[in-house]
Antibody
Framework: EVQLVESGGGLVKPGGSLRLSCAAS????????MSWVRQAPGKGLEWVGR??????????DYAAPVKGRFFISRDDSKNSLYLEMDNLKTEDTAVYYC???????????????WGQGTMVTVSS | EFVLTQSPATLSLSPGERVTLSCRAS??????LAWYQHKPGQAPRLLIY???NRATGIPARFSGSGSGTDFTLTISSLEPEDFAVYYC?????????FGQGTKVEIK
């Protein structure tokens, strides 16, 4: 079965750090375009960052609000994606979703695999 | 700044009605637009990718059209499970962005 399972959310103080994990099954993370998307309470969806497949260069891109504070990584041995979050701010409070497109976004791009989300709360 | 504008913000409808949702881009984005359905407590669900392609497993009552700056998601006949928030999302320009969403609620 193709699925993504996130973990690692929780309560953290402003300025703190947290690492989210996204375990994939049914496909290979390194062959897919992977992304993190978040939804703050009462707000819409926001694309946080992406990493391209190895075949497409494996580069990472981040949205402006998180650039320099968040880092996306992969562990091919565990077929997992991670989101390292540093210097967290109250406005980072959100449900964080992991998502993937198993087709290249240079051609046909379909983020049709999503995890159930993990809640991150940044509060003192 | 690139913006996706969805209209209307809310639609109050009855099962069986036809629904047309609009998404307008502030710059031309070719056909690089997707539509998602999102229900509370659930993951977003991809409905349409690249403006008019139905994702795997999506019922035929969902269809997408448009190119350039103006896009439409149509639900031909609302089913009870279709009441949700719908988002358009562009992948032409990084950062990829979503519209603010259209809530389809039961009348």
């Amino acid at each position: 079965e193709v699925q993504l399972v996130e973990s690692g959310g929780g309560l953290v103080k402003p300025g703190g750090s947290l690492r989210l994990s996204c375990a994939a099954s049914g496909f290979t993370v390194s062959n897919a375009w992977m992304s993190w998307v978040r939804q703050a309470p009462g707000k819409g969806l926001e694309w946080v960052g992406r990493v391209k497949s190895i075949a497409d260069g494996g580069t990472r891109d981040y949205a402006a609000p998180v650039k320099g504070r968040f880092f996306i990584s992969r562990d091919d041995s565990k077929n997992s994606l991670y989101l390292e979050m540093d210097n967290l701010k109250t406005e980072d409070t959100a449900v964080y979703y992991c998502s993937s497109s198993t087709t290249s976004c240079y051609t046909l791009c379909a983020f049709d695999i999503w995890g159930q989300g993990t809640m991150v709360t940044v509060s003192s | 700044e690139f913006v996706l504008t969805q209209s209307p913000a809310t639609l109050s409808l009855s099962p069986g009605e036809r629904v047309t949702l609009s998404c307008r881009a502030s710059q031309r984005i070719s056909n690089y637009l997707a539509w998602y359905q999102h229900k509370p407590g659930q993951a977003p669900r991809l409905l349409i990718y690249d403006a008019s392609n139905r994702a795997t497993g999506i019922p035929a009552r969902f269809s997408g059209s448009g190119s350039g700056t103006d896009f439409t998601l149509t639900i031909s006949s609302l089913e009870p499970e279709d009441f949700a928030v719908y988002y358009c999302q562009q992948r032409s320009i990084w950062p990829w962005t979503f519209g603010q969403g259209t809530k389809v609620e039961i009348k």
